[in-house]
Nanobody, 116 residues
């Protein structure tokens, strides 16, 4: 059974940083065709944040480009999202998504709140 568990969310002030983790079990992230981060603010639709696709470079939404970095550690079977210079509009639940052998898996999400 595949399970994705996000962690690392919390409350920060504008300009601060957080690193989110998405630990995968039941699948090998080194064989995932695509691993994404999405976010969903209250009352809004879920939006794409960042992607790490096999054999391709990372890809980011314009709103986070230059501030966020997506990476993976195959040995730890974990996807990361390093978030710098966080802004009020980055407040949301952040979810990881992995595509593996034709199936898409989602985590439950971790809350990130940016507030002064």
């Amino acid at each position: 059974q595949v399970q994705l568990v996000e962690s690392g969310g919390g409350w920060v002030q504008p300009g601060e940083s957080l690193t989110l983790s998405c630990l995968a079990s039941g699948l090998d992230v080194s064989t995932a065709s695509q691993m994404d981060w999405y976010r969903q603010a209250p009352g809004k639709q879920r939006n794409f944040v960042a992607r790490l696709a096999r054999n391709l470079g990372p890809y980011y939404a314009n709103s986070v480009k230059g501030r966020f970095t997506v990476s993976a550690d195959n040995a730890k079977n974990t996807l990361y999202l390093q978030m710098n210079d966080l802004q009020l509009e980055d407040t949301a639940v952040y979810l990881c998504k992995m595509d593996h052998r034709g199936t898409t898996y989602w985590g439950q999400g971790t809350q990130v709140t940016v507030s002064s």
